[in-house]
Every structure is written in structure tokens, then in C-alpha cells.
């Protein structure tokens, strides 16, 4: 009965703020939806909201817009992305559910760029010009279809939050560690078999999502992570599971999600006595 309550404490913790508390409330912005309300605020607007809107271009009058911070383009049909480098105080650019096979050009030379939203396009992979985007510092390409990164993701050193979910991913790079300051990495739903060695170098790691994935071991590196405390491995074929020693190591963690996993009864009893601070679902 004990362990029940000290359970449930644990996870009462988690969702009243452990794993999330670096989350930022959203920052109140002049917002206008469509370009004619826009630029009835040309001088003081900083979001602008041309979702689902049928464009040739983008309207040139945007760079016009010195205050423009946020420009929402979800679902949007547009054809040529010319003005987007001259949008010098643009800071989030969602471009989710545009139906884009490749990356425009024009995106790689936003340099002010901090947020980039690009899922449920058809992506297949990213050009090398990614890792021009030194300013960037959350990233989502979930629900596309890549295969593969380029090694300049790893140039993104400001990078904290990194989505990539439900792609095809069978690899990441070997580089990954230069991203010093990820916090948080999703991967649901790739085609990992195993995880590069450097991923011990991200050492602000807090949050790690794996599931679904073609892990028949559990990666060693994971217990090299000094702060990670949420780690979704369910959905994986796990046979084997690190020593003791290693598993000990994991003091940060506080959730360990290991549904449909099919562990064995005995190692289930030799995780939770590694692990004993630790909420583990099987």
C-alpha cells in the first residue's frame, strides 16, 4: 500500500510541474488575422495570421511590418516565399500542414528565427542549409517522412526542444551531441534500432519519448544522462536491460514508461529496486 501512495505522488509531481516547468506561458502578442486587418496595424502588429489562405506569394508589404514576430502559415497555399528573409524581427514561423515536399529555401536565411513549426507536411528530408538557423531553439517536424538528418542539425546549438515524431527515422546522427542544450526529444514512432553513443553528451536531457520504436535493448547511453526524468520507452521490443550499476545511475528519473514491452516478472522486481524513486508502467 505504500508503494501505491508513493506512486501516485510521484506522478502527481510529475503533472504538477517536474518534468514540464521550464515550459514558458505563451507571451501576449498584437495580434491580426488576414492581411487586411494587418495592415491596419502595419506599425505596432507582431503576430499575423494568414492560415489556410490561398497565396501566389506572400504579400511583399510584410517586410513593411517592422514590429512582425510571428507569422502563422498553417495550411496555407503558397507559392513563392520571397519576402520571408527580409522579415527581420520574425522570432516563430509555423509552416505545419502546408502539404511541402521540401524545405523552401528562403526558410534557411530567417537568421532570427527561435521557433519553427513544421508538421504533417510530406518532408522527406532537410537541406543542409538547417544548420544555418544558429537562433533556433524548438523544432518540430513531427508526422513527416524523413528518412534521415542532416548532419548540420547538430550545428543548431541553441536548440532545447526537438519534436520529430512519427517519421522514418532508422538513425540519428552521430553528432547529436553537439546539441548541448536539448532539453527535450521526441521520437515516437521511427524505425530506431539503437542510439549513437554521443547521445550521452546531452547532458540537459530532461525529457526522452521512444516509444514505438525497434529498440530490442535498453540503450545503455540512456543511463548516462544526469537529468533525465521522463523516459517513454513502451511500444519496444525490449529483451535486455542494463546492469544494476548502470540502471542506479538514473537518479534524475521519475517516470519510466515501459507498456507493451512484454518485461519479464523478474526484471520488472530488479527495475524497481534500481530504480526505487522511480514511477515505472509496465
Not at 502559415?73 to 507559392?79: F, M, Y
Not at 523478474?266 to 509496465?282: G, Q, S, V, Y
Request: with cysteine; glycine share 4%; proline share 6%.
Amino acid at each position: 500500500m505504500r508503494r501505491t501512495f508513493l506512486f501516485f505522488g510521484l506522478f502527481a509531481g510529475l503533472l504538477l510541474g517536474g518534468c514540464f516547468e521550464h515550459r514558458e506561458a505563451p507571451e501576449r502578442l498584437v495580434s491580426a488575422v488576414g492581411l487586411d486587418a494587418a495592415l491596419e496595424l502595419r506599425d505596432t502588429v507582431q503576430k499575423v495570421d494568414l492560415s489556410g489562405e490561398r497565396l501566389d506569394q506572400l504579400p511583399a508589404v510584410l517586410a513593411e511590418m517592422p514590429q512582425l514576430q510571428w507569422l502563422n502559415l498553417r495550411r496555407a497555399a503558397v507559392t513563392n516565399y520571397a519576402v520571408l528573409p527580409r522579415l527581420g524581427a520574425l522570432r516563430t514561423l509555423d509552416m505545419a500542414e502546408m502539404g511541402l515536399a521540401q524545405l523552401p529555401e528562403e526558410v534557411t536565411r530567417c537568421a532570427p528565427l527561435q521557433r519553427l513549426y513544421l508538421s504533417d507536411n510530406a518532408l522527406t528530408n532537410l537541406p543542409a542549409a538547417i544548420g544555418t538557423l544558429q537562433n533556433l531553439d524548438y523544432l518540430n517536424l513531427d508526422r513527416n517522412r524523413l528518412t534521415e538528418l542532416p548532419s548540420t542539425l547538430c550545428d543548431l546549438q541553441g536548440l532545447r526542444w526537438l519534436r520529430l515524431n512519427q517519421n522514418q527515422l532508422a538513425s540519428l546522427p552521430d553528432g547529436i551531441g553537439e546539441l548541448k542544450q536539448l532539453q527535450r526529444l521526441y521520437l515516437r514512432g521511427n524505425r530506431l534500432q539503437k542510439l549513437p553513443e554521443t547521445l550521452a553528451e546531452c547532458h540537459l536531457i530532461e525529457d526522452l519519448a521512444l516509444s514505438e520504436n525497434r529498440l530490442d535493448a535498453f540503450p545503455e547511453v540512456l543511463t548516462r544522462l544526469p537529468r533525465l526524468r521522463n523516459l517513454d520507452l513502451s511500444g519496444n521490443p525490449l529483451a535486455t536491460f542494463p546492469d544494476a550499476e548502470a540502471l542506479s545511475r538514473m537518479e534524475s528519473l521519475r517516470l519510466l514508461t515501459l507498456t507493451r514491452c512484454n518485461v519479464a516478472p523478474e526484471m520488472r522486481e530488479r527495475l524497481r529496486t534500481a530504480l526505487p524513486k522511480c514511477l515505472i508502467t509496465f
